[in-house]
């Protein structure tokens, strides 16, 4: 069974600094990861994808994950956030042997202060 | 079109009552689910649909009943629901079975049990 773990439930910044949100995973077989975003009183989106190939994968909107193997994380990370950004961020594993499902972490919730 | 679609937003229902939730998907996908979250917490997965069969059921209480008619529809039918059964439902379709393929929301549907 694989588990998620998001060190951080709330991070507060302000407008404009970097931000990083903390994921950690555990699973005995190879994993696919997933980060997701859910603004307030809406369903979930997805941000970005780990399947194979290069370990650091970007969103459209400046978002960037790394995968790290040894350390099992998958860190998100941003340079400068923006009010917009405000919103609780889900990441997500699926094992290889592990069918459909997506095991979630508890959220981290992003609040980006002017 | 990659939209999930749910309907109703929004539910109120009595515990006597019996009502229903309507998923809708047009991406030519051939898994969906059906999520439950609480406030402040991930979703969890209720249940599995794949190739329109039933494959995997949490251990939902049977006051819960799933269904597919087909496969862009995905209903969730609640009787003698429970006021701890209030939560926003979440359906979610992919492409393929699997677990590398990413997960569409729809925007939930907030149940109100009274």
């Known amino acids: 069974a694989q588990s998620v773990t998001q060190l951080d439930s709330q991070v507060p910044v302000f407008e404009e600094a970097p931000v990083e949100l903390r994921c950690n995973y555990s699973?005995?077989?190879?994993?696919?990861l997933f980060w997701y975003v859910q603004y307030p009183n809406q369903g979930l989106q997805l941000l970005l994808k780990y399947l194979s190939g290069s370990t650091l994968v970007e969103s459209i909107n400046g978002f960037e994950a790394e995968f790290n193997k040894s350390q099992t994380s998958f860190h998100l990370r941003k340079p400068s956030v923006h009010i917009s950004d405000t919103a609780e961020y889900f990441c997500a594993v699926s094992a290889g042997n592990a069918g459909n499902m997506l095991t979630f972490g508890g959220g981290t919730r992003l609040m980006v202060k002017p | 079109d990659t939209e999930v679609t749910q309907t109703p937003k929004h539910l109120v229902m009595g515990m006597t009552n019996k009502k229903s939730l309507k998923c809708e998907q047009h991406?030519?996908?051939?898994?969906m689910y059906w999520y439950k979250q609480k406030a402040k917490k991930p979703p969890e997965l209720m249940f599995v649909y794949s190739y329109e069969k039933l494959s995997i059921n949490e251990s939902v209480p049977s006051r819960f009943s799933p269904e597919c008619p087909n496969s862009s529809l995905l209903n969730l039918h609640l009787h003698a629901l429970q006021p701890e059964d209030s939560a926003l439902y979440l359906c979610?379709?992919?492409?393929?079975?699997?677990?590398?393929?990413?997960?569409?929301f729809g925007p939930g549907t907030r149940l109100t049990v009274t």
């Open positions: 699973s005995s077989v190879s994993v696919y």
């Open positions: 991406m030519g996908h051939r898994a």
């Open positions: 979610a379709s992919s492409q393929q079975p699997g677990s590398k393929n990413e997960q569409y």
